[in-house]
Each structure stands twice: as C-alpha cells, then as structure tokens.
C-alpha cells in the first residue's frame, strides 16, 4: 500500500478532516496547487522551524537507517507494527515496518544540516515534491507515536487474522486438506469452523495452528 493511502487510513476519526486531506495530499499526487506548499509557506504558520521529514530507506534496511541516522544526531522515528503471520509453515508473531522503506525525522530546519541524510547508510533519499522537502504535521506522528505499544516497540495487531464468515484452509490434522468457514474463537488456541461432511455442514473444533491464511474469494 502507498505510504499516502497507508497514513490517511491510519488516521482515526477524531482526527480534523484537514489534517486527513493535507496527509493524504502531502504523500501522493497532487494538484499544482497544493505542490506550492514547501517548508517555506509551512513555516508561516508555526512557532518554530521544527518539524518531521520522511525519509525514505533502500528496501528493507529501516532498520539500518534509523539507527544509521540516530547515531548522527538525528531523532528518528520509525513506525512498527506487530502482526501474527506463518512463517515457514508456523503462525508467528512478526514486528515490522508500518510504512515498508519510510521512517521519520524531526528537524530543525535551516539549522540541522540535511546533506548527510542522503548518504546514510540504508537511507534512499529524503521524500520531495520536484526539489521541494515536504512537512508532515505533527498530528499525523503524535498519532503513529501513541500506537506504539512501549513494551514491543510496535504497534500491536497480535490478534489472530481470521473473522467470522472467513474461507480458510486447514493445513494440518483430521480435516487437513479440507476447506473451511471461520465462526467463532473457542479459547486462545481453538477455533469454530464449518466444513462439510457428508453433504452437510458441520461444526468442528480446530487448532489456531493448523488453519492456514484466508482463502480469497
């Protein structure tokens, strides 16, 4: 998903409409109109020259990037998030990037110097509009940053992926090879599913470890 529609669907609700539009604009393509707003038209409206920047990172090295550009001086925040995916075969819980190949930096702009960035290591480039850098506001990081679970580092979405009327296939057991509709959670470990036996639908008790990933309708 493009970091423009990923960070507009992050917003909640309650979150000021304008705040949603000007994300959504600042990270895709947009009329020349708003292109005109760089970090000098930005300024006019705030306090201080402080401000976040996206970074964008050579593909999977967030990590490197971040602690690449931390140990520059920078405050850098890279969004993660937790989420429990099989990985060779087995239901794991995986912590990764929330925006894959972006992360944040927060700047002083026209003091901190900017021309190390690009030559980071795992850094790409720092994301513009032509030659213009472009601000993100601060709700959009106060609001990725409050997600964070300190305890993981991330943003957790552990929770098992399957819903109720989902089509999944059961990888192991009695019923593997066999194609089944999700119900409902029996306990942490178990699960309802509807298959059909004898021409019929049955509900059967299955291990959370044996269903795989949903099956797309």
Known sequence: KPLALSLASSLPDGLCCDVRE?????????????KSRTIATFFKTRPN?????????????????????????????????????????KWQLVVSPLFPRYLFIDVDYGTDDLAPVRSTVGVFNLVRFGQDIIPVPDEVVEFLQVQQDPTLGAKNESDWPHKKGDKVEILQGPFAGLAGVFDISKDEDRAYLFIEL?????????????????IQM
Do not use: H
Not at 55 to 77: C, H, I, M, W
Not at 199 to 207: P, T
């Open 49 to 89: 020259r402080v401000t976040w920047l996206v970074v964008q990172t050579k593909p999977k090295q967030e990590d490197a990037a971040e602690l690449n550009l931390s140990r520059q001086g920078y405050r850098v925040f890279l969004p993660k998030l937790q989420q429990r995916k099989r990985v060779r075969g």
């Open 22 to 34: 000007i994300t959504k604009r600042t990270f895709s393509k947009c009329p020349m109109s708003f």
């Open 198 to 214: 004898l021409g019929r639908a049955s509900r059967v008790v299955v291990e959370r470890s044996m269903i795989g990933d949903t």
